[in-house]
């Protein structure tokens, strides 16, 4: 059985860092496509970096050059945070390849992430 849980949200300044981890267990980390997720406060929830089977690796354009997604370890890495990546963030993998679409069959129950101006 899949299982995912993030860990490494927090409240933070606009300008600083969080590095978000997801715990897994269930499956073969090769033979999974995963996505980090957010959902802010009023708006539909987004994706924001995935990794392919094939470990291609694209972002949502607002993340571009500030969020990192670790291809080893699937950690999700955000630097000069905003205002605007305020939000519940989850994890999710699936065998099929989904890139930013949320249509992912396993979650995590979400960490928040509160970045202050």
């Known amino acids: 059985r899949v299982q995912l849980e993030e860990f490494g949200g927090g409240s933070v300044q606009a300008g600083e860092s969080l590095t978000l981890t997801c715990a897994r267990s269930?499956?073969?980390?090769?033979?999974?496509?995963f996505a980090w997720f957010r959902q802010s406060p009023g708006k539909q929830r987004e994706g924001v970096a995935s990794?392919?089977?094939h470990r291609r690796i694209i972002y949502t354009p607002s993340v571009k050059g500030r969020f990192t997604l670790s291809k080893d370890t699937l950690d999700l890495r955000m630097s000069d945070l905003k205002p605007e990546d305020t939000g519940m963030y989850y994890c999710?993998?699936?065998?099929?390849?989904?890139?930013?679409?949320?249509?992912?069959?396993?979650w995590g129950q979400g960490t928040k992430v509160t970045v202050s101006s």
């Open positions: 269930g499956f073969s980390f090769d033979q999974y496509a």
């Open positions: 999710a993998a699936d065998q099929n390849d989904y890139d930013l679409n949320d249509q992912y069959h396993n």
């Open positions: 990794i392919d089977r």
